[in-house]
């Protein structure tokens, strides 16, 4: 049954052009080309223009553009609209990877262009991800370098992808869509039918958004980017167009200034303030619940060792108590009775068993020194059953 409807959402949310308006050849020097099927003549004979066959692993072959800027520091990934195909969007190509000055690849999707196969949502995340892997792989570019653009359809393999990348640069919407069933009818819910649920993936989406949308798109409400942005976790200010449509923002001069100025502070920002921001929107940590905690799982006011901090230090001591916990055989300080006590006694407690009264029964390496069987007095050296003030000094046992 899902199979079914996934059939039915693909006949009515994908028109790729026909016939596609370019075809893959390839050339003497065993590179692919590129030719127009109208003029049959290269699209182009650009040296830094790499024509790519890439296998999805829904069993598909899809071309790719890959434009090198040699002045470029990020990579930006497009994604592009319905009833277009990459002979289309060429010149766009130039022109963004010359005004951002960044390397863009983009690609076509499964049925679309000089791609085999039938479109359909699930065929299309496995083509971006298949671009994505050849930019990792082939070109060495990392997602903290990376920059999604998705218009319109293309802003759902986008968001799909966004959503498994937490350190990507920066992510772009243009003309995005919050779900395929809410383009025709303003519905509140999820359906099983629906196709593209951006309104589900724009929250897990960490990196910075970037919305672009018309005011006047007849195809794809502006209130759909207006929700995409304001569910974002990190937007970045949004760029109504006014008296735009669906698919001629291009041609308006804040579109190329404000997506020019979006780049150049993704290219500014570094990996640590990116992390910084995310920190951010996470929910503050309980400090109560990171406080040390003794053996006894009793929240100690002070850190007691150098390695488990459980072990408590003297005031009047420039060390700590123990450098190797409950492994030191004598009193920490001298000066006053900083050792721990036992919970239940009150009185300085065995250094193996942390029992007073009965060290003599669980400590069976227990030795005492000068032979006494109890500990002698401050004051004097008597013995203490012979002792009035009852307090402990000697320091043989």
């Known amino acids: 049954m899902g199979c079914l409807v996934s059939q039915l959402a693909a006949k009515f949310a994908f028109f790729p052009p026909s016939p596609a308006t370019y075809e893959v050849k390839k050339r003497d020097d065993g590179r692919l080309a590129a030719v127009s099927t109208a003029s049959s003549m290269p699209i182009s004979d650009d040296p830094c223009l790499d024509v790519l066959l890439l296998d999805t692993k829904r069993g598909n072959k899809i071309v790719a553009f890959y434009l090198k ?13 319905n009833a277009a195909d990459l002979g289309h969007l060429y010149d766009l190509f130039l022109q963004l990877k010359a005004n951002l000055r960044v390397n863009l690849m983009g690609y076509d999707y499964s049925g679309y262009g000089a791609s085999n196969g039938k479109p359909s949502e699930f065929d299309t995340y496995a083509d971006i991800e298949a671009v994505y892997e050849c930019l990792q792989t082939e070109y060495g570019v990392s997602q903290e370098d990376l920059i999604l653009y998705g218009q319109s359809v293309g802003s759902g393999p986008t968001l799909h992808l966004a959503a498994r990348l937490p350190r ?11 779900s395929g069933l809410r383009v025709l009818c303003h519905v509140k819910f999820a359906f099983c039918c629906d196709i593209y649920k951006n309104v589900n993936k724009i929250r897990k ?12 798109d007849d195809v794809v409400n502006w209130l759909h980017g207006d929700r995409l942005c304001k569910m974002a976790r990190d937007p970045y200010e949004p760029l109504w167009i006014k008296g735009g449509g669906h698919c ?16 150049q502070e993704m290219e500014n920002m570094n990996t640590k303030a990116q992390l910084q921001k995310i920190r951010q929107t996470l929910p503050p940590q309980n400090r109560s619940n990171t406080a040390p905690t003794c053996c006894c799982n009793i929240k100690c006011p002070k850190p007691r060792c150098t390695k488990c901090s459980c072990w408590p230090k003297c005031p009047e001591f420039s060390k700590p108590s ?4 409950l492994e030191c055989s004598k009193p920490s300080c001298t000066k006053c009775w900083c050792w721990p006590k036992c919970l239940e006694c009150s009185k300085p407690s065995c250094t193996k068993c942390w029992c007073w ?5 669980k400590c069976p390496k227990w030795k005492l020194k000068c032979g006494c069987l109890q500990p002698s007095c401050i004051k004097c050296s008597c013995w203490w059953s012979k002792c ?7 320091w043989c046992w």
Request: proline share 7%; aromatic share 8%; hydrophobic share 35%.
């Open 388 to 394: 009035s003030c009852r307090q402990p000094k000697c």
């Open 357 to 361: 009264p009965k060290w003599r029964l």
């Open 248 to 263: 001629n923002l291009e041609l308006y001069p804040d579109y190329i200034r404000h997506l020019c100025r979006f780049v």
């Open 168 to 178: 990507l640069r920066g992510v772009v919407l243009h003309s995005g869509i919050l």
């Open 205 to 216: 989406v960490k990196s910075p958004v970037l919305v672009i949308h018309g005011t006047e």
């Open 322 to 325: 123990c450098t190797k916990c």
């Open 69 to 81: 800027n040699p002045y470029a520091r990020l990579t930006m990934l497009y994604s592009h609209g």
